[in-house]
Every structure is written in structure tokens, then in C-alpha cells.
T-cell receptor
Framework: AQSVTQPDIHITVSEGASLELRCNYS??????LFWYVQSPGQGLQLLLK??????LVQGIKGFEAEFKRSQSSFNLRKPSVHWSDAAEYFC????????????FGSGTRLQVQP | GAVVSQHPSRVICKSGTSVKIECRSL??????MFWYRQFPKKSLMLMAT?????????EQGVEKDKFLINHASLTLSTLTVTSAHPEDSSFYIC??????????FGEGSRLTVL
């Protein structure tokens, strides 16, 4: 069975500082990896996804993530955080590109200090 | 990406009543949709997979008689919480499966059962 671990429940960074949110996955085959963002009381918005190819993927809102197979990780990064980035971030893993449900990590709440 | 509209965004009901939540795909033929439940400060838990024109597939531990799912068209899936009780209070989110493995989420529906 696939699983996702997000070790950091809550992270606080200063506006303008860099950000890295950690994600580790467990899956027997090639994983399909995603990062989503959720604002309070809202649904989830896709930030980026990795299926194959270049292990560094670019997403929306200036986010990027790097797939490291040797570490079973897919960490999300942003060089300079904006106050509007404060939200809950979820890493997810899927089995393939078919129409299957994703398994989500427990989320990391990002707080941005002025 | 696909646009998914979920309604109502908030609903309060009395214990013992039933509540219907609608999930509409506005610009995509949603062959497969998923219903997730999210507890406060927790991750998303998959409740069921809904395929157009067929019975939903429920995850282990989810009562199919309590959470009725109907997916009669390519644009609409509904979740009915029957005989709701306070422990059913939660945030329910639908998602449709895109063509390349990602999910597109609705805005979510917060159910409060008094």
C-alpha cells in the first residue's frame, strides 16, 4: 500500500525567506507525486505534479519540487515566501495516470510572519 | 484544469435528518469522481469512488447505507448523508479524476449536525 509522510505539522517562516516542505512517500513502483495547497475552508488546488522525466518540476505561484528516488522524497520549495502563501500544504501519491484516488499526507500548515 | 463546483459550501442540520451535497463538473466529462472527508487539522480520507452509471465503491469502514453516492451523469455526483448525527459533522470534498492522474477538487462542504 502506498503512504505519504509529511514530518512537519506546522512551519513558520518570515516573509521573503525561503521555504522547504518535506514529503516522503512509500510506494513499490514508480510513484506519481503531487503537491496541493488548501486555504482555510476551501478545496485543494494543484501546485505541481511529477510523473517522469526531469526530477525538478516547476509549479504555479513560484513553487518547485524535486523528486529524489534514493531518498523517497518529493520536497516542495519556494525561494521567497509571500504572506499569501500561508495555507495548508498536502503531498500526495498516486499509482499511475489512470483515474485513481490519491493518497494524501497529513499536511503541513505554513504560517508567514511579516 | 477542470472546474469543479460543490454545493452547498456550508450546511447545518438537525440530528436524524438527511443532507445532500452536490458536486458538478463544469467543463470536463467526469467519468470518475471521488469523495473525501477531512477532519479538523487532519488529512483527507477517501470515502468512496464514484463511477458514472454504476455503483460507488466504498472504502473499508465507510457505511454505504449512511453515505449514499449517486453518479447518474458525467457532470454530477451527489453525496447524501442519511440520518445524520453529530459525529458526521465534517468537511466533505469531492474531486474528479483528470486525464493524467491528477485530481481536481471542489470547494468543499462543511456539514454541522446539531
Amino acid at each position: 500500500a502506498q503512504s505519504v509522510t509529511q514530518p512537519d505539522i506546522h512551519i513558520t517562516v518570515s516573509e521573503g525567506a525561503s521555504l522547504e516542505l518535506r514529503c516522503n512517500y512509500s510506494y513499490g513502483a514508480t510513484p506519481y507525486l503531487f503537491w496541493y495547497v488548501q486555504s482555510p475552508g476551501q478545496g485543494l488546488q494543484l501546485l505541481l505534479k511529477y510523473f517522469s522525466g526531469d526530477t525538478l518540476v516547476q509549479g504555479i505561484k513560484g513553487f518547485e519540487a524535486e523528486f529524489k528516488r534514493s531518498q523517497s522524497s518529493f520536497n516542495l520549495r519556494k525561494p521567497s515566501v509571500h504572506w499569501s502563501d500561508a495555507a495548508e500544504y498536502f503531498c500526495a501519491v498516486g499509482a499511475d495516470t489512470g483515474r485513481r484516488a490519491l493518497t494524501f499526507g497529513s499536511g503541513t500548515r505554513l504560517q508567514v510572519q511579516p | 484544469g477542470a472546474v469543479v463546483s460543490q454545493h452547498p459550501s456550508r450546511v447545518i442540520c438537525k440530528s436524524g435528518t438527511s443532507v445532500k451535497i452536490e458536486c458538478r463538473s463544469l467543463d470536463f466529462q467526469a467519468t470518475t469522481m471521488f469523495w473525501y472527508r477531512q477532519f479538523p487539522k487532519k488529512s483527507l480520507m477517501l470515502m468512496a469512488t464514484s463511477n458514472e452509471g454504476s455503483k460507488a465503491t466504498y472504502e473499508q469502514g465507510v457505511e454505504k447505507d449512511k453515505f449514499l453516492i449517486n453518479h447518474a451523469s458525467l457532470t454530477l455526483s451527489t453525496l447524501t448523508v442519511t440520518s445524520a448525527h453529530p459525529e458526521d459533522s465534517s468537511f466533505y470534498i469531492c474531486a474528479l479524476a483528470g486525464n493524467t492522474g491528477e485530481l481536481f477538487f471542489g470547494e468543499g462542504s462543511r456539514l454541522t449536525v446539531l
